[in-house]
């Protein structure tokens, strides 16, 4: 995947994990703090693909 294409999951993960955690069940709160992270951690690797190229 490219650099745009990881942002964009990335900020699409931390957007649903954010309104998971809004829920009043612990077990899908958890899974939102979760996906955030995972979103966060998508949006890293694009920056990183923009700084080093897509060839990571």
Do not use: C, F
């Not at 979760?34 to 979103?39: A, D």
């Amino acid at each position: 995947m490219g650099e745009l294409t990881d942002k964009i999951k990335g900020n699409v993960n931390e957007a649903v994990g954010k309104v998971k955690e809004q829920s009043a069940d612990p077990a899908t709160r958890d899974d939102g703090a979760r996906q955030e992270t995972r979103g966060k951690g998508e949006q890293l690797k694009g920056n990183l693909k923009g700084m080093l190229g897509d060839d990571i």
